[in-house]
């Protein structure tokens, strides 16, 4: 299992093996701090009664040892790695409570003969398990889980579900059958023959207030400590910018340690306003270097072929493959990248919340007027009053409805998916709609669909990306905020973008929404509807009915292309992972 996550990992292995050979662990390390041998795991106590294997990092480690150590603790290393075993052994389960930072990481603990896997808050890091017969296997990446033979575990009917109808596979389903995600904010326990899951930690739900500009002055002070935290790095730091406002917003709270921090921006097709604004950016903070990517139609391929290969579990966004592009270029000048993801979801800064809550006042007046006093547009008037979370759906990925994606896999007849699908399992209706769908994608698409992105893109070249927005302390306060506070005025991101007034450059808020979704995918739709039923042929999809296809090849339309590359992203991907 190991080495089928070598990349993960370049800098170093470890094994360890319990006496009685019924626990074994594996490690493959990427050196970011303490970048000696005695940081190496598994890690093990000093009478070898716990051992510990670790994937992330623990940010507020420094602040962790001062407590440790006035409780009599003594170190060998400087590793956060030990400050995390120490942390366990001093506190035990409570230990992943007092942790800042972004893990996923597997205690065995011989004294209570009983495993302990915890995964972060917000689900930076994935970890996967496999359980049956009393026995537990699991790791960073589904790749692990081949057998002797080297085959992967089949595909799941619910995972592909997941991904024709979200774009990605929502937790707790993976694309392979019998293996399951640890959810985000949960430990697992494993012992006596026994396994359960439970959260320690959730979104807050209670709500604070303070004046506005109180507000702007925490935002600043907390965005100031999670980046201050996450360089703490013995390799050198880059930054993803993208010249929107997220990435802004980090190098500008860089201070005195932005000359060592260097810049990576991708460029899509000819140079673009991004790439300038990117500069400015650049520029008015004294970053270490600036360096523009650019990338365009003819590199699609390229990309799509390097990306099947990174990505364990299929992923419809074009951003899996900018981001990917992107990675690449960072690790060439070091080991670590700092990111902007969270700062949509936190600030509410998505064009779907609008729409969302603008959909949410029409199926109002229409309650209270009646669909039948719509006149001739009753009809078309009435759809508006369909099921809220099947809207919402459609505004995240608007590719396959139900009907549609039920004629590709056959209807879900005994409900299975009904009862378990993630989005009915974490929809709160009691919240106004931007905290409604706040809270979905924070607890869905953010994890399983940008956070994977980021992670397997950056671990296939052996990069650690560190995301400010998403530490906790900053994310509790902000969630915490009547919806007025975060968006005053109806402003999206407008909390975020009072705090940045006069630090960034003025072309950073005035410019439209910027990512690293790729704007040119027109571009290879052809080849996509020419090869589509040979590549699905080829791919042979377990359960995929193909008797639809020739017409979903066929159609012309922003719908049809967005069903084309869904099928085929899923093909391209089967046929590399089968």
Not at 45 to 73: C, M, P, W
Not at 334 to 358: I, M
Request: hydrophobic share 40%.
């Amino acid at each position: 299992m190991g080495a089928a996550m070598a990349k993960r990992g370049p800098d170093g292995d470890g094994f360890f093996l319990s006496p009685c050979s019924r626990v074994a662990l594996s490690h493959r390390r990427l050196a970011i701090r303490d970048l000696g041998s005695p940081g190496a795991q598994p890690f093990l106590s000093e009478d070898g009664q716990v051992a510990l294997v670790f994937n992330g990092a623990i940010v507020n480690d420094v602040e962790l040892r001062s407590d440790l150590e006035k409780e009599g603790h003594v170190f060998r290393t400087r590793s956060d790695t030990e400050v995390l075993l120490r942390a366990y052994l001093a506190w035990g389960d409570g230990c992943v409570a007092r942790l800042r930072g972004f893990f996923a990481f597997a205690v065995w603990d011989a004294r209570r003969q009983r495993l302990l896997l915890a995964r972060d808050r917000f689900g930076e890091k994935p970890l996967y398990y496999r359980w049956g017969e009393g026995e537990i296997s699991f790791a960073s990446d589904l790749r692990a889980f081949r057998d002797a033979d080297g085959r992967h575990p089949p595909i799941d009917p619910l995972g592909v579900r997941s991904y024709l109808l979200y774009g990605y596979v929502a937790a707790p389903f993976s694309i392979r059958h019998g293996i399951r995600k640890v959810r985000p904010g949960h430990i697992l326990i494993c012992g006596g023959g026994a396994m359960f899951e439970k959260p320690y930690w959730r979104l807050p739900s209670d709500r604070i207030d303070v004046p506005q500009v109180e507000a702007s002055r925490r935002v600043a002070d907390l965005l100031e400590e999670a980046v201050r935290l996450r360089l703490r790095s013995d390799v050198p730091v880059s930054l993803l910018l993208s010249g929107g406002v997220d990435s802004s917003a980090v190098a500008s709270h860089l201070g005195a340690e932005s000359g060592r921090v260097s810049a990576v921006t991708v460029r899509f097709g000819v140079p673009a306003a991004a790439g300038s604004i990117a500069r400015e950016v650049a520029g008015r903070f004294a970053l270490g270097s600036w360096r523009e990517v650019p990338m365009g139609p003819g590199d699609l391929e390229e990309e799509i072929s390097l990306a099947v290969g990174a990505y364990d579990e299929p992923l419809a966004s074009s951003a899996a493959l900018s981001t990917l592009r992107l990675c690449r270029e960072a690790a060439c000048h070091g080991k670590v990248a700092l990111g902007g993801e969270g700062g949509d979801e936190l600030f509410l800064g998505y064009g779907h919340y609008a729409s969302f809550s603008r959909w949410r006042a029409w199926r109002a007046w229409i309650s209270r007027v009646g669909a039948g006093n719509l006149g001739a547009g009753g009809p078309s008037l009435r759809t508006l009053s369909r099921d809220p979370l099947r809207r919402y759906r459609s505004l995240l990925c608007p590719a396959f409805d139900e009907a549609e994606v039920d004629s590709l896999l056959g209807p879900d007849e005994d409900g299975e998916w009904e009862t378990r699908d993630p989005f009915r399992l974490h929809d709160d209706p009691s919240l106004d709609p931007l905290r409604r769908a706040q809270r979905l994608d924070l607890l869905t698409l953010l994890p399983d669909a940008l956070l994977s992105k980021a992670d397997r893109a950056s671990m296939a070249h052996g990069l650690e990306i560190r995301l400010p927005f998403l530490d906790h302390a900053l994310a509790e306060f902000v969630l915490r905020l009547p919806t007025e506070r975060i968006v005053p005025g109806g402003v999206p991101k407008g909390l975020l973008r009072r705090h940045l007034g006069g630090r960034v450059p003025p072309s950073v808020l005035k410019a439209p929404k910027e990512g690293f979704s790729l704007p040119f995918l027109e571009a290879i739709d052809p080849e996509v509807s020419r090869t589509l039923g040979t590549r699905l042929v080829e791919a042979a999809i377990p359960g995929l009915s193909l008797k639809g296809v020739p017409r979903i090849a066929a159609e012309r339309g922003e719908r049809a292309r967005a069903q084309r590359w869904m099928l085929y992203v899923l093909a391209r991907w089967h046929a590399a992972w089968r």
